[in-house]
């Protein structure tokens, strides 16, 4: 029979810093996205007696994860968060470079913002996680067809939302350009 508790201490440390990336990129705070993966694992530890049942394991985390993210936007909407944490790169040497990538990342990140919530937690599913539509409708319990509509409101928004950082092959055609072909 399985260690229970060697089986949870692998599974939470394999998955944490995944799961906290997902509630982050849903958040945008980092130190709430880590409660909401704590809270996420102290359940599944207190219902430790059912882990073994679990057939997807991962998916189940990833599902409970995203909707407790969104449960906390749902909750906290008045908040803004002040430890938006954004990856410091390597130095460069271009300082033009560097506030231009500054500020796209900004737009980025404000553009993920105005996103609605459960949107936000699908794109970044797919786009951050890299799941696959199918894998995010088994994940979120939803079906396959939403992950698609949300997934094609998410890109015209952020479409919409960055056209100034956009190079030509990823706006949206006007219809000149269409006529053009």
């Not at 219902?47 to 679990?54: A, C």
């Not at 990856?87 to 990140?109: D, R, Y």
């Not at 092959?169 to 053009?180: H, I, L």
């Amino acid at each position: 029979m399985p260690d229970i508790t060697l089986d949870f201490e692998h599974l939470f440390l394999t998955r944490f810093p995944v799961l906290c990336n997902v509630a982050f990129r849903i958040t945008r705070n980092k130190k709430a996205a880590e409660d909401i993966v704590q809270d996420v694992f102290l359940k599944l530890w207190q219902n430790k007696h059912k882990l073994e049942e679990l057939g997807n394991q991962r998916g189940y985390l990833y599902r409970c994860t995203a909707n407790a993210a969104i449960d906390y936007l749902k909750s906290n909407k008045n908040i803004i968060p002040l430890d938006v944490q954004r990856p410091n790169g390597p130095a460069v040497s271009n300082g033009e470079k560097l506030m231009i990538e500054k500020e796209l990342e900004h737009e980025i990140e404000k553009a993920m913002g105005q996103l609605p919530q459960k949107c936000r937690a699908i794109f970044v599913l797919s786009r951050y996680e890299g799941l696959k539509y199918r894998e995010i409708a088994e994940h979120l319990q939803i079906s396959v067809k939403t992950v698609e509509t949300q997934m094609g409101i998410a890109l015209a928004k952020l479409r919409e939302n960055l056209q100034p950082y956009l190079t030509r092959e990823f706006r949206a055609p006007v219809p000149s350009e269409k006529a053009e072909g």
